[in-house]
């Protein structure tokens, strides 16, 4: 079965700190992942995709890698601020089918 | 350029009624895809439109969903007649061809039904 997990499901920071965010999946076959974030009642917000073939990828402060031999996925968010709170979701598109498996996300609170 | 949009934001029903919910995806996007969240669960792939034809309905869960797209522009989703346990946040996506690139999504529409 195909799954994807996130660890922790919520996480509380003191601003200015670096963090990094976990994503599992369970088959290697991937065709690519993607992170995205999601504000309270509102829709999800691509931040990055990385293909199988990719390593990792970068955005300004955010970098998410990718290492499908062990079957995870890291969103590391450098220099925290209060506008980075909000639910960080990984989704991964196998090789059959087009459609993204989710995990359940990580609920992230950066203080003031 | 506008993003993916869905029509209505929130929707309240009563049990047995239908209720159709609409995606606009993002002009020239071929690939349309629905998700849904139902509460406390992951989102979960409901089905996948390239054009006007349906490529993969397998997580449609029974025969009371319908989706159409025609014309391959916008698409909606009908659900006769709706039960309690389709309460949720339904999700439009979309993406261009080939479908190896970022998946868009909506702003979803949350569905309760009583």
């Known amino acids: 079965k195909q799954e994807v997990t996130q660890i922790p499901a919520a996480l509380s920071v003191p601003e200015g700190e670096n963090l990094v965010l976990n994503c599992s999946f369970t088959?290697?076959?991937?065709?690519?992942l993607q992170w995205f974030r999601q504000d309270p009642g509102k829709g999800l917000t691509s931040l990055l995709l990385?293909?199988?073939?990719?390593r990792e990828q970068t955005s300004g402060r955010l970098n998410a890698s990718l290492d499908k031999s062990s079957g995870r996925s890291t969103l590391y968010i450098a220099a925290s601020q209060p506008g980075d709170s909000a639910t960080y979701l990984c989704?991964?598109?196998?090789?059959?089918?087009?459609?993204?498996?989710f995990g359940g996300g990580t609920r992230l609170m950066v203080k003031p | 350029e506008a993003g993916v949009t869905q029509f209505p934001s929130h929707s309240v029903i009563e049990k047995g009624q239908t209720v159709t919910l609409r995606c606009d995806p993002i002009?020239?996007?071929?690939?349309l895809y629905w998700y849904r969240r139902v509460m406390g669960k992951e989102i979960k792939f409901l089905l996948h439109f390239v054009k006007e034809s349906k490529q993969d309905e397998s997580g449609m869960p029974n025969n009371r969903f319908l989706a159409e797209r025609t014309g391959g522009t916008y698409s909606t989703l009908k659900v006769q007649p709706a039960e309690l346990e389709d309460s949720g946040v339904y999700f439009c996506?979309?993406?261009?061809?080939?479908?190896?690139?970022?998946?868009?999504f909506g702003p979803g529409t949350r569905l309760t039904v009583l």
């Open positions: 990385i293909q199988s073939s990719q």
């Open positions: 996506a979309s993406s261009q061809q080939p479908s190896s690139g970022p998946q868009y």
């Open positions: 088959d290697s076959a991937i065709y690519n």
């Open positions: 002009s020239g996007h071929d690939n």
């Open positions: 989704a991964v598109k196998y090789n059959a089918g087009n459609m993204l498996t």
